[in-house]
């Protein structure tokens, strides 16, 4: 605990300094190194707290009704420190580097002060064990990342983006006060502990709307759908590294709550289950159908991570079905899977968007149709984006296929244990994670290839160079701790287990000692590891092989085989969009994708005159919420009534207001 | 082969033939899916006959297997050689999206038959019957020919007929019989009133008849 | 353990032969002598000893693709049984990773053929990453029905559970799952209905135009490739349409290879007898292969 309060202490006494430093350079020397010296505390801090055979507690009285600042590090609250940190760091090495060019014309002091109270705000709200201190926390976490998205706040669309973020922002955490006065009231204290021990039958009444609370409330923040919208607008606006550290860690707070507040609702129930995998897998593959329509590489690094939230409640779901069915085996397995999965994504969808802001650098845009033929220009970061790519996609020996195949397992074994009708929902969750994991290939074959493959589509990204030294070590870094994780995987699910059996720890039912009798999660663990880099050595020994053979043959370099074509040009290779063409009319109703086509004329139309354009609206949006807001704008017309600008009118309110309260307290009194 | 065993042999065409159903635009094809379906569907009061066989339940199979298995398909037959069309052109509803209903369906049945308590023995053989209802009534809402609507019709039946062997074995003869025989002056006089219409309107898509409602 | 080892030297040395038998049957189908069995061997030899022309557009991932292809199929190869000969390598949960180490040739393959930056290629690499994601989950369909039915989790395990005494009491669950399966090995290995390996225009291939622009040693490391990937999948569906137990390691190796010679065969009369498909009726088709394979589930009991 003391390294953990030091931690914060650096990152708000770095924060204050960064604020005091002014705009240039001085404020990013000084905001990025506090940030990364507080992270690597706050690392220490966490690891730590995560072999610790007792959670450290922390609780001292606060003034503010209700509150006192109460912190616990539970090993749930650990496992979520780890990406807030490991991101913190990486992203704060990244930003040094990002920003340098923008010393005094933006006031980097400033962004630095918000950078660190982000990170400040998600390591108070993982340990938070005080309903209103938890809120305050998560309101610092949730507003700070509006200035950060603000950076160029002279674009139209970073505003947009910014201003719903803040209202996805707020309307979330509405949801979650009703859901905490509800509990508090029910528990008689504001103590996440003394929630935990509500009675079952008081709760009970209470459960489902208390877990829809939950769920829209920490939802938004997720970014599961239909709650996604502000996701793919906020993170490709802002500035790469506050993209990498709210996809890899700031969304995960919603998953965070989610879990939270689960173990405080008592028993769980077949029905949390099976809504949390219906929204999973929603989530992941409504998530990743509408990425295959974006153009712009941020924008589809954004729709994949509400993919990869859509796995992690997929795995949740099936994790809670299980246990409320009485099969704490497979629960165990897709419980620890989901956790091992919110590590794994953090360190690949940073990296990922640690490279797409390389991109960005170098060429000044993201849009998939104009780039190409960037790996030759930039061979880092295409071999970083492409590794990453194919090991987010769950691909062996990445480290999420580790996460992902616990969950398979957990799901599969369910499958085979539960009676059908339970079962029909083990086996769509485990169909749908496949699903998933094709759509991400892809996905991401899509993205990489189209920016980093073939020849220029245009000149935009004919001078790009991979970033400076200092962007290159925090890609490095995230890149050897994923590979770390994957070769490690067998030890870090015995640091998940604690955690998922916190979650179980409500339950009726008795742990087992490992999860199954049937499969032995560490041998399953090594066996995969051990096979699948065995695969990864073989490739390397039959490439050695490979170039053996070709040793003192003639190797000759050609154009590309064009079928017979003369003249071939960079502008005729596939593009995006065709290339997801086939899914992307396979769910046309479902996306309602826009086609503008305007057809040539004639028999030698002039050069010009035909156009052909796609676009993917976000359905939820504009179909949903667009004109739900409209609807209540509407409304809201109505009370302009009230409004007449005459003081002794609104003095009238007051008073009418204070007479009918004072009533109707009376009333209840009698 | 147990009694199961033999029961689910009986329910994989059915559930089969309700897919392909869905699944196919040729004309020709529904006819052979819905005739094979009545055909298996027509021996399955013998599979869930608990007794020996008595001669009520022969007779209904008889009759049932040759009124789905010949005397509707030869009817349809030429009623489709009459009206000379071979596809379901433009369905209100896509095919891959009429499967996935389809499956939707049939687990829906599934889990109907779980909350009724259907008992072990019948529990899938009831979900296929209620499953093959759902798939005419898909097929009758879906499509816009008549001629696609009959064989949603004929389908819906053969789901009854199931529903009825399954929940009532040995059950009321006279009823069931009753029911193909209305079905039966159904088919016949829906192919004379296709052909009518078709020979009125130069087409039998029902969308059309909505210029007539003034 | 020399059983073990059966089953993956077996593969390495027959695979191009299974291979061979289908160019055999569908040439016998089409009145034709057909090339010789053996002449398969000769090529991938023949591209061994070759050099290579490179794309000047390629980069390493270009030449990564099908070393890396080749080293996924066999390690997944060391998971599949051959008749009643157990795998190399068998746990609980194998069956994800089996599926998963396919997934990552595949991958490998696909940005391959986008580094040339050939629109061709991005054509083909474009189908076969939409028809492998649709094929992918009923695959596992097919896989869990099989796991429910044996009560294993591994493939080795859901495979030598079944017996000739299972077809008596679960045929329905049985068959449906091999007729999913063996649609699902005709949609993987790119073979009639879903593609055409021996069209003659780029615009209607699949696997064959993402590897026009290989040559020589990678394109005898795909060629390789693709005849283990065939193998896999026709030992998977045979060893449930044939089950063996006779106990006696030579005849449950011979019934082994007769099964993958016969499933090839079946694949060589499947191509002769039908033709390709529209592209858009493909993933209908595929879905038919999930629908059998949901079905079994649903009927596995429980």
Known sequence: ?670 | MDMISLAHAAVVPVILANLALLASSRLVTCIRLVALQGAVISVTPLIFESGPLTVHTAVLCAVALGLKGVVFPQLLHRTLRRVVVRHEIEPYLGYPLSILLGILGLLASLWLAGRLGVPAASYRSFAAAFATILTGLLLIVTRKKAFTQVMGYLAAENGIFLLTAVLAPGGPLFIELAILLDVFVAVFVMGIAIHHINRQFDCIDTDRFCSLKD | ?302
């Open chain 3, 1 to 302: 353990m020399t059983a073990r080892a059966l089953s993956v030297v077996l593969p390495l040395l027959m695979a191009p032969l299974a291979f061979a038998v289908i160019h055999r049957v569908k040439a016998r189908f089409a009145g034709r002598q057909g090339k010789p069995l053996m002449q398969i061997y000769r090529d991938i030899r023949k591209c061994l000893g070759k050099g290579a022309t490179l794309s000047r557009t390629t980069t390493w991932l270009f030449r990564a693709g099908p070393t890396i292809n080749l080293a996924a199929t066999l390690a997944a190869l060391s998971f599949v049984p051959l008749g009643g000969l157990p795998a190399a390598v068998s746990f609980p949960g194998d069956i994800f990773v089996f599926a998963y180490l396919l997934a990552m040739g595949r991958f490998f393959t696909i940005m391959a053929a986008l580094d040339t930056g050939s629109s061709f290629e991005g054509m083909g690499a474009s189908r076969e990453a939409v028809y492998s994601c649709l094929a992918e989950p009923m695959l596992f369909l097919a896989l869990l029905a099989l796991a429910r039915h044996s009560g294993d989790l591994s493939l080795s395990g859901m495979l030598a559970a079944v017996s000739a005494g299972s077809w008596l009491t679960g045929a329905p669950v049985l068959a449906l799952v091999t007729v999913a399966l063996f649609l699902i090995l005709l949609a993987e290995n790119c073979r009639v209905p879903f593609d055409d390996p021996t069209t003659h225009l780029e615009l209607t291939m699949i696997h064959e135009v993402m590897v026009l622009d290989h040559g020589g040693p990678d394109f005898a490391f795909i060629e390789y490739a693709q005849t283990l990937k065939l193998w896999i999948f026709a030992a998977v569906a045979t060893s449930l349409l044939l089950p063996a137990a006779s106990g006696s390691l030579v005849w449950d190796a011979l019934w082994g290879l007769a099964g993958v010679f016969a499933a090839a065969a079946a694949v060589g009369v499947t191509e002769s007898v039908m033709a390709r498909l529209r592209l858009t009726r493909v993933p209908p088709l595929l879905a038919a292969a999930g629908a059998f394979a949901a079905l079994a589930l649903i009927l596995v009991g429980g």
């Open chain 1, 1 to 670: 605990m003391p390294l953990y309060l030091t931690a914060l202490f650096v990152l708000l006494a770095t924060a204050l300094a960064a604020l005091a430093s002014g705009r240039g350079r001085a404020a990013n020397l000084v905001g990025p190194l506090g940030c990364l010296a507080g992270c690597g505390l706050g690392l220490f801090a966490a690891v730590s707290a995560l072999t610790a055979p007792v959670p450290p507690v922390l609780r001292l009285p606060w003034s503010v009704p209700y509150g006192a600042i109460s912190l616990t590090i539970d090993p749930l609250s650990a496992l979520f420190l780890l990406p807030v940190f490991i991101l913190g760091a990486a992203a704060a090495l990244y930003g040094k580097g990002y920003l340098s060019g923008l010393a005094g014309k933006r006031h980097l002091g400033a962004h630095w002060f918000f950078f660190c109270l982000m990170v400040l705000g998600m390591a108070l709200t993982v340990c938070a064990a005080n309903a209103v201190f938890f809120l305050v926390s998560w309101e610092i976490m949730s507003l700070a990342p509006f200035f950060l998205i603000c950076l160029h706040h002279e674009e139209d669309r970073v505003r947009t983006a910014a201003r719903t973020y803040l209202f996805a922002a707020h309307l979330g955490t509405a949801f979650l006060m009703a859901f905490f006065l509800i509990l508090g009231h029910l528990a008689g204290s504001m103590e996440f502990s003394a929630m935990a021990r509500v009675a079952p039958d008081v709760l009970g009444p209470y459960a489902p709307a208390l877990f829809f609370l939950a769920l829209a409330g920490f939802g938004v923040k997720a970014g599961i759908v239909p709650l996604h919208v502000w996701l793919p607008e906020a993170h490709p606006a802002a500035p790469s590294h506050v993209s990498a550290f709210m996809s890899g860690a700031l969304i995960k707070a919603g998953v965070y709550g989610v879990l939270r507040s689960l173990t405080l609702l008592g028993p769980l129930a077949p029905w949390m289950g099976q809504t949390l995998l219906a929204i999973g897998i929603l989530t992941g593959v409504l998530g990743l159908l509408a990425g295959l329509g974006q153009g712009e590489l941020k924008r589809f690094l954004a729709f994949s991570s509400i993919e990869n939230m859509g796995i992690i409640f997929l795995g949740l779901g099936l994790g809670v079905l299980a246990a409320a069915t009485g099969h704490p085996g497979p629960a165990l397995f897709a419980l620890s899977g989901l956790l091992f999965h919110v590590i794994n994504h953090a360190l690949l969808k940073g990296l990922l968007f640690f490279g797409a802001g390389s991109v960005l650098h170098a060429v000044g845009h993201g849009f998939m149709e104009r780039l190409g033929g960037l790996s030759k220009r930039m061979p880092f970061t295409a071999g970083a984006c492409v590794l990453a790519g194919a090991a987010i996609s769950g691909l062996p020996p990445g480290n999420a296929f580790f996460g992902e195949l616990l969950i398979y397992v957990g799901g599969g074994l369910a499958a085979m244990d539960m009676p059908l009708t339970d079962a029909v929902w083990a086996w769509t969750g485990v169909a749908g994670l496949a699903f998933i994991g094709g759509l991400s290939v892809i996905g991401f074959t899509r993205a990489c290839g189209m920016v980093f493959s073939g020849e220029p589509r245009t000149a935009d990204a004919v001078n790009a160079h991979d970033p400076d030294p200092l962007m290159r070590a925090a890609m490095w870094s995230l890149g050897l701790l994923a590979l770390g994780a994957a070769l490690a995987a067998p030890f870090l699910f015995t640091a998940m287990l604690p955690a998922a059996r916190l979650l179980l720890a409500g339950q009726s039912t008795v742990l087992p000692v490992l999860p199954s009798e049937v499969v032995n999660p560490e041998t399953l663990l090594t066996a995969a590891a051990s096979l699948t880099f065995g695969a990864a050595a073989l490739a390397l020994i039959l490439a050695f092989a490979r170039s053996r053979l070709l040793a003192g043959r003639s190797v000759r370099s050609h154009g590309t085989w064009d079928c017979g074509y003369i003249r071939p040009a960079p502008r005729m290779q596939y593009t995006a969009s065709s290339y997801a063409e086939p899914m992307t009319v396979l769910f046309r109703r479902l996306l309602g994708e826009k086609r503008r086509f305007t057809p040539p004329e004639g028999l030698f139309p002039a050069t010009g005159t035909s156009r052909f354009a796609t676009e993917t609206p976000d359905r939820v949006k504009d179909d949903f919420f667009a004109p739900l807001f409209s609807a209540v704008l509407t409304a809201c017309d109505a009370l302009k009534r009230f409004q007449h600008g005459n003081l002794n009118l609104y003095i009238l309110y007051l008073l009418a207001t204070l007479v009918i309260l004072l009533a109707i307290a009376l009333g209840f009194a009698a």
